[in-house]
């Protein structure tokens, strides 16, 4: 069953940064984690696109000793793009794609931990905001301690993406260095290098962004964070700034 308020063992969540934890829900416990607000912004050539959510719950279910699922789905999405040249503005809102994960902890020791997460995205998203394809892939993180409260996650990640003319899949790369220390009792910091190789048809589309991102142990079944994520390629978005809530019941 869920833990009480005053249990001493924390939350343990899969945000704020983009690197997957290998910790899972314990069994029979929920937990949600959500974006209270997020907003990215990109620019490419003569064109700027802000996207807003307001809410982006993952909602997580504790199945065992070793194994939780996960669902996300974001209800509100507004993209607002502008054309600098022409001057033409157009805004899109309506709700997003379904995520599902399943999380499995491999190994769980003192020098280090290993899970296995597949997922699969439903093209439930309004018009314009997702690609109406389906799309998958399989993530593996790594977690090792480090000297002096350090900690080290590792994110590799294969996955299935609908070709750019929708004529097939293609395979998309991703790889993550993040390193996380906490200060004090209740707040933790994470810098991050993500980096992304999308192997295109049409051609491929490699994204880099440098993340830092704060977290902020409310009690032991509830943490605020609050990150920023800067892209460092031009096919990255500019940047994003969120601010998020996760909490165990």
């Given amino acids: 069953m869920a833990r009480a308020d005053g249990d001493p063992v924390p939350i343990c969540t899969?945000?704020?940064?983009?690197?997957?934890?290998?910790?899972?829900?314990?069994?029979?416990?929920?937990?949600?984690e959500s974006d209270l607000t997020s907003s990215v912004h990109d620019r490419q050539g003569s064109s700027t696109t802000d996207t807003f959510s307001v809410i982006n719950p993952t909602l997580k279910y504790g199945l065992g000793s070793r194994t939780d699922v996960q669902v996300n789905w974001s209800p509100r999405i507004r993209v607002e793009?502008?054309?600098?040249?022409?001057?033409?503005?157009?805004?899109?809102?309506g709700s997003g794609d379904v995520v599902v994960r399943l999380k499995t902890r491999l190994v769980?020791?003192?020098?280090?931990?290993?899970?296995?997460?597949?997922?699969?995205?439903?093209?439930?998203?309004?018009?314009?905001?997702?690609?109406d394809r389906w799309e998958g892939g399989l993530a593996l993180p790594v977690a090792l301690p480090l000297p002096g409260g350090f900690s080290l996650t590792l994110g590799p990640e294969l996955d299935v993406l609908a070709d750019t003319?929708?004529?097939?899949?293609?395979?998309?790369?991703?790889?993550?260095?993040?390193?996380?220390?906490?200060?004090?009792?209740?707040?933790?910091?994470?810098?991050?290098?993500?980096?992304?190789?999308?192997?295109?048809?049409?051609g491929t589309i490699r994204q880099r962004s440098a993340d830092v991102a704060l977290s902020y142990l409310v009690g032991p079944s509830l943490q605020l964070d609050v990150g920023a994520n800067i892209g460092l390629t031009r096919a990255t978005p500019d940047r994003q700034v969120y601010l998020g809530v996760s909490t165990r019941f």
């Avoid at 899969?14 to 949600?32: E, H, I, L, M, Y």
């Avoid at 004529?167 to 993500?194: D, Q």
């Fill in 81 to 93: 793009s502008r054309d600098h040249h022409s001057g033409e503005r157009v805004r899109t809102s």
């Fill in 14 to 32: 899969d945000r704020p940064t983009k690197a997957n934890s290998t910790c899972r829900v314990p069994a029979g416990s929920f937990q949600v």
């Fill in 108 to 131: 769980d020791s003192d020098t280090g931990s290993l899970a296995l997460i597949p997922f699969i995205k439903a093209p439930t998203a309004a018009h314009r905001i997702g690609n």
């Fill in 165 to 202: 003319d929708g004529a097939g899949h293609h395979g998309s790369l991703i790889n993550l260095v993040n390193m996380a220390h906490p200060l004090g009792s209740k707040m933790t910091v994470a810098f991050e290098v993500w980096d992304s190789v999308n192997r295109d048809p049409s």
